[in-house]
């Protein structure tokens, strides 16, 4: 099945850090996503992005789709406390009938105030 | 708030019983997605329903099975639990079937311990 090869496992930053993860795949995707979960609740879409070379924003947080449809990466800027929890990127390929996410494994990121 | 509700929050069962997780989607969406978490395996896709139909299976394991109910409700059954089985699950909602884009709002899990 599509495997996502989501980095680093694990993120110990200083608050005003900024933080970068990335998600890499051997298939190709259409979509692309991000999300966050925070300790006790469920994923949360952070930035959802639909073309090759897309780079959209969303506060501090900037994702790139990336041009080969094979990986992506998330960005986040001048990190706050709340800024702690998972973050599992997704990729989704349409075709058929299928059109199951993909999620990584997550990068739990944990922010020293 | 997701818009999500997923019952119980919590359970606790022992091995060999049978449990039922349930799920009410955001009002208007007729996707419904269920997903297991655990710690090794993350999250893992189990099975999709649209407006009462199958439409995608993903890990299911055959001692699982899910329905969704007319009024677009979801059930998933777990039966024959087993120790590995103990895990976060998680519904999730989306407007569209075979349109999805991907966003799916997700419910706060319910956290499944088999003792």
């Known amino acids: 099945g599509q495997q996502l090869n989501q980095s680093p496992q694990s993120m110990f930053i200083q608050e005003g850090e900024d933080v970068s993860m990335n998600c890499t795949s051997s298939s190709i995707f259409n979509t692309w996503l991000w999300y966050k979960q925070d300790p006790g609740e469920g994923p949360v879409l952070l930035i959802a992005?639909?073309?090759?070379?897309e780079l959209t924003s969303n506060g501090r947080l900037t994702a790139q789709f990336g041009i080969t449809r094979k990986d992506s990466f998330l960005n986040i800027s001048a990190s706050i406390p709340s800024d702690v929890g998972i973050y599992f990127c997704?990729?989704?390929?349409?075709?058929?009938?299928?059109?199951?996410?993909?999620f990584g494994k997550g990068t739990l990121l944990t922010v020293n105030p | 708030d997701s818009g999500v509700t997923q019952t119980p929050k919590h359970l606790i069962t022992a091995t060999g019983q049978r449990v039922t997780l349930r799920c009410s989607p955001r009002s208007g969406d007729l996707s419904v997605y269920w997903y297991q978490q655990s710690l090794d395996q993350g999250l893992q896709f189990l099975i999709q329903?649209?407006?009462?139909?199958?439409?995608a299976k993903g890990n299911i394991l055959e001692r699982f099975s899910a329905q969704q109910f007319p009024d677009l409700h979801s059930e998933l059954n777990l039966s024959s639990l087993e120790l590995g089985d103990s895990a976060l699950y998680f519904c999730a909602s989306s407007k569209a079937g075979t349109g999805s884009t991907g966003e799916l709002f997700f419910g706060e899990g319910s956290r499944l311990t088999v003792l």
């Open positions: 329903y649209y407006n009462g139909e199958e439409r």
């Open positions: 997704a990729g989704q390929r349409r075709g058929g009938s299928n059109y199951k996410l993909t």
């Open positions: 992005l639909y073309k090759a070379g």
